[in-house]
């Protein structure tokens, strides 16, 4: 089980949708992932581990462009 947050504003905890705007308290850059405060792993690849050891699948975003029409 995670710790109660100490930080201010309080991290949201690992079942919240924006649980990846916890901070990070632990960093293994050298080996592709980090420990957020709430207790999820997260991985470089996107993927991210919950606290009862479920594995989260990659989340990606929109893609930073849109394809639009071209008229002549």
Do not use: Y
Request: net charge negative; proline share 12%.
């Amino acid at each position: 089980m995670a710790r109660p947050c100490g930080h201010q504003p309080t991290c949201p905890p690992a079942g919240a949708i924006d649980h990846d705007a916890a901070r990070v308290i632990a960093a293994f850059p050298e080996q592709g992932w980090s420990l957020l405060c709430n207790g999820v792993v997260v991985f470089d690849d996107g993927g991210e581990l919950s606290p009862d050891n479920k594995a989260l699948p990659a989340q990606r975003g929109p893609a930073p462009h849109t394809l639009t029409a071209v008229t002549a």
